[in-house]
């Protein structure tokens, strides 16, 4: 049984499935499903769509030059059948398969490398460009506060205690959680989640 590559994403066309095309000059092209045929007939490129093999070896997202791959290449040389030999084949074939998962994956990590610190990166110059969309303390809510007596440091921590209760708000959204609220007198309040941080009162 052979397993022809679509012409235009380069995906397993097996026998009977798909559509093929005879070109008037007496070419043939297999394509696995409609997506494809209408891509061609659209002459369309396939290095320009990314969800084609073509593009994805264009962009070295995959394995390009290996000795695995040559494995694959289309031969029209007829041989006599020897069980002995199809057997041999076979074997090979399933070797040939796991060495070139194994490649891929090598590949694939070391192409990832370094890709976590790079979106760490990025977001931490996100957060720093736009520092000024962070939720603060309103002017009449610190004017409050410093009139209470409190100094730079209490309106610091207040700011960050605003931050942290509205990553608790999205965290706890649509959902039913709760926290509790302990007086030193043993007396116990339910107090939604997020909308204040537990505390002890004296």
Not at 111 to 121: D, P, S
Not at 159 to 188: C, M, T
Request: contains cysteine; hydrophobic residues 35%.
């Amino acid at each position: 049984m052979r397993v022809d590559p679509c012409f235009f994403c380069g995906r397993p066309s097996y026998p009977s499935k798909g559509i093929t095309f005879n070109r008037n000059d007496g070419r043939s092209f297999r394509f696995c499903r409609s997506k494809c045929h209408a891509n061609f007939k659209l002459k369309r490129n396939p290095r320009k769509l990314k969800w084609t093999k073509a593009f994805r070896k264009a962009a070295g997202k995959e394995l390009t030059v290996d000795s695995t791959l040559a494995f694959g290449a289309r031969r029209n040389i007829p041989i006599r059948y020897d069980r002995d030999l199809v057997q041999k084949t076979l074997k090979a074939m399933e070797r040939v398969s796991e060495i070139r998962a194994r490649r891929e994956r090598v590949f694939y990590k070391n192409r990832m490398k370094g890709n976590k610190a790079r979106e760490l990166a990025r977001a931490r110059r996100l957060v720093a460009e736009n520092e000024h969309l962070l939720p603060r303390l309103r002017g009449s809510e610190k004017k409050r506060m410093v009139e209470m007596g409190a100094d730079e440091e209490d309106l610091e921590l207040e700011e960050a205690r605003l931050r942290d209760g509205k990553k608790a708000v999205s965290r706890a959204f649509g959902g039913e959680q709760k926290r509790l609220k302990v007086r030193i007198d043993d007396d116990v309040e339910d107090m939604e989640a997020g909308v204040e941080d537990m505390d002890v009162e004296e």
